[in-house]
């Protein structure tokens, strides 16, 4: 069976900062990111999505976590087709005035030097066997056909070598008819499927399904089961505490991933207060692995149920 390894989507999110999970005294980026690693062997890294990383950053992540850490690196909007501020860009790279990065057609030889210097800041977590994957996020509108088929191989050689997962937000390359075709495409192109927890309710809800697609890794990303995903606030579309029942409903079918890959990251982006790391520490106890550090995290004993 492979590793499980569980985490949240940010050690950063100000809600999370102000929730009171990091003890007194870590209030240094370094302390937290320390601090965080005692208790979890995984994290996501989502402030790549929103600007370019540096190599400054990827630096100071290796040396402030231990071997076999692992960071889950979100790409850059404007690689997964996002609109993307032009103020996100390199200053030499930004459109004129009045002008903004398109979506799907954006340059693409902007396309390669944007991935150029986004890769070349993550490699101090590449070598050093930080980095667990990049996860490319695609938006809502790219629904399955021959121009999203192309977006992916594209996607794949520009990213030749790197590890890369990803979760799409377009219900149907989940569904039932084509679920098999979705499989063997990114299995094709070694891609790792991301599956989701989230509402269901919703017109534009995933389907639960949980494929996988490469041997290297699985990743599974709770998003909360707020019925305002979607279409609310960050705080609203995020605002869900998940009960043990609920996240033990998953547990077999993360085992069931863990047979057939090497490792399997499961992800909680409920990044409401400390929804996501009170989540990650019961999931963690529920799957029976152990985080970093045994005791509970943030004083949580084992039999206590989250607020």
Same mark, same amino acid.
């Given at each position: ?12 999110d100000q809600e999370l900062l102000s929730s009171g999970w990091y003890p ?31 190599? #400054? ?36 790279? #930004? ?73 799409? #937000? ?10 098999a075709s979705t499989r063997g495409l990114l299995a094709e192109l070694d ?68 047979? #057939? ?47």
């Open positions: 069976m492979g590793d499980i390894l569980v985490g949240a989507c940010s050690w950063t007194e005294g870590h209030r240094s980026a370094e302390d937290r990111l320390r601090y965080y690693t005692t208790e979890f062997p995984v994290v996501e890294v989502d402030a790549t999505y929103y600007s370019m990383p540096s190599t #400054r950053n990827s630096t100071l992540w290796v040396e402030r976590s231990p071997t076999g850490f692992r960071f889950d690196v979100k790409a850059f909007s404007l690689l997964t087709g996002h609109p993307t501020r032009p103020g996100a860009l390199p200053a030499d790279l #930004r459109p004129a005035p009045g002008r903004r990065p398109g979506r799907a057609a954006a340059d693409p030889e902007l396309l390669d030097e944007v991935w150029r210097r986004f890769s070349g800041a993550l490699e101090p977590l590449r070598r050093s066997d930080r980095l667990g994957t990049l996860l490319f996020q695609f938006p809502p509108w790219l629904a399955p056909g021959a121009s999203a088929t192309s977006v992916l191989r594209q996607c794949r050689e520009r990213t030749e070598g790197w590890p890369v997962a990803v979760e799409f #937000r377009h219900p149907d390359w989940w569904q039932p008819g084509r679920l891609l790792a499927a991301v599956a989701v927890d989230t509402a269901q309710s919703l017109p534009t809800s995933i389907p639960p399904v949980t494929p996988v697609t490469s041997a290297r890794l699985a990743v599974v990303r709770f998003h909360g089961r707020n019925r305002a995903w979607g279409t609310g606030s960050k705080e609203e579309r995020f605002r869900h505490r998940y009960t043990p029942e609920e996240l033990s409903s998953w547990t077999p079918a993360v085992h069931a991933m863990a047979d #057939r890959a090497r490792e399997v990251h499961v992800l909680f982006n409920n990044c409401c207060g400390d929804a996501a790391v009170r989540a990650a520490a019961t999931m963690s106890r529920l799957l029976g692995t152990p985080t970093r550090n045994p005791r509970p995290v943030g004083g949580l004993s084992p039999t206590a149920r989250p607020a």
